[in-house]
């Protein structure tokens, strides 16, 4: 088995709604994103999966959330902008750009920080 890894970034604002705390008022990360998707073999060249193609799916993805308040882009607009739910709003769309690909979407990290980050695998 061998496991695909490419990472991006965004930088956003956000502010989580009904936190009792800091994380309520407005705030920013440089929000580090890494995606996780196994292979069984390789093709003919020897290669899993191309870093490019799902870099640019990546990157198809997370564009719209760049540079924005999280709270004013859907579904972010309905649901907390949390790093969790990030994280499983970006697997899903992935999964779905994936589709027929020779590879599977296994995991999805979000870090709001060196120090703080999710992963979402669905079970």
Not at 101 to 108: E, G, R
Request: glycine share 6%; with cysteine.
């Amino acid at each position: 088995m061998y496991e695909i890894s490419v990472e991006k970034h965004f930088d956003a604002a956000h502010f989580l709604r009904g936190y009792r705390g800091k994380c309520e008022a407005l705030h920013g990360h440089r929000f580090r994103v890494v995606a996780r998707v196994n292979a069984t073999k390789l093709d003919d060249i020897g290669l899993a999966y191309d870093f490019a193609e799902l870099k640019r799916y990546l990157d198809d993805i997370l564009v719209r959330f760049d540079h924005t308040c999280l709270n004013d882009v859907p579904p972010f607009d309905k649901i907390n902008p949390s790093s969790e739910n990030i994280a499983a709003n970006i697997y899903g769309e992935l999964r779905s750009k994936l589709a027929g690909a020779p590879v599977a979407l296994s995991a999805i990290e979000v870090w709001e920080s060196p120090q703080t980050g999710i992963i979402y695998r669905p079970d």
